[in-house]
């Protein structure tokens, strides 16, 4: 059986980690250096690094405080944020990334994916889809859940695992830092039309949200950021009970 992954996430501005509800209402939270070294230490599978206002304000990643970041942990690393070319991949790895995720930059140019696969591996790229529903359709928005693209995510997300993304982080901006768990039928519709591993973003509030998560098939990681955050759940009780409940974790 292969294990499943739970990955927290470090969304950072202005080089502090941040957290919201439904991409909304930033709060500050945290050094993202403490942060990093904490879920290290706790048993994360892998960590996720977003900065999360670098495509809308136009600008490419802040590089210092990823290096630091980097170099205080020892699992993967996913990067994201201002990443519209290949160079921006090429510096992020440079960095330290172990993957780089894309998102509003695969939308403004979708050759980005086969260029970026071809280059560093499908297992390099990983699309980054923040999705909400608009008038019972499930749409893509862009620059930080700003901006509704008018995309179908059902259309464009599998077009993307097809042309070389290896991995979707699939981040739900209904359920968003609401706690109410994962958004299932969305990421039920998009588990049934791709067949790379989905990483499933939005709405973990309780322990056994993750085990709900995890009987649905084709999800292989939950990514979480407030939970973690606030330390209402850490990862190794969370890893615990989920082996317990006969979910195949590393620990």
């Known amino acids: 059986m292969i294990t499943k992954r739970i990955i927290p996430c470090l969304d950072v501005r202005d080089g502090r980690v941040v957290k919201g509800v439904n991409f909304e209402g930033i709060q ?24 999360i206002t670098a495509s809308f304000e136009h600008r490419a990643l802040f590089t210092e405080i990823l290096t630091r970041v980097a170099h205080e942990i020892f699992i993967p690393l996913t990067v994201g944020g201002g990443i519209e070319t290949l160079a921006d991949f090429d510096r992020v790895l440079k960095c330290g990334a172990d993957k780089v995720s894309v998102n509003s930059g695969a939308l403004k140019d979708p050759t980005l994916i086969p260029q970026a696969a071809q280059k560093y591996g499908n297992q ?35 077009w993307c695992a097809a042309h070389g993304a290896g991995e979707i982080c699939l981040n739900s901006i209904d359920t968003d830092g609401v ?37 649905h098939k084709g999800i292989d990681a939950g990514l979480a950021a407030g939970i973690f955050h606030r330390r209402d759940l850490t990862i190794p009780a969370l890893k615990a009970y989920l082996n317990e409940n006969g979910v195949e974790m590393r620990v």
């Not at 990421?187 to 056994?208: F, H, M, Q």
Request: include cysteine; proline fraction near 3%.
């Open 28 to 51: 500050d939270v945290a050094d993202p250096v403490e942060m990093a070294r904490l879920y290290n230490r706790e048993g994360a599978d892998e960590l996720v690094f977003y900065d």
């Open 124 to 158: 390099c790229v990983v699309l980054s889809a923040d999705v909400k529903r608009v008038n019972g359709a499930f749409h893509v928005f862009a620059k930080g859940g700003r901006e509704d693209t008018g995309r179908d995510a059902l259309e464009w997300i599998p």
């Open 179 to 215: 706690c109410t768990g994962f958004d299932l039928a969305m990421l039920d519709a998009v588990a049934a039309r791709v067949n790379v591993p989905i990483i499933a973003s939005g709405g973990a509030g309780k322990k056994e949200d993750f085990l709900t998560l995890f009987g």
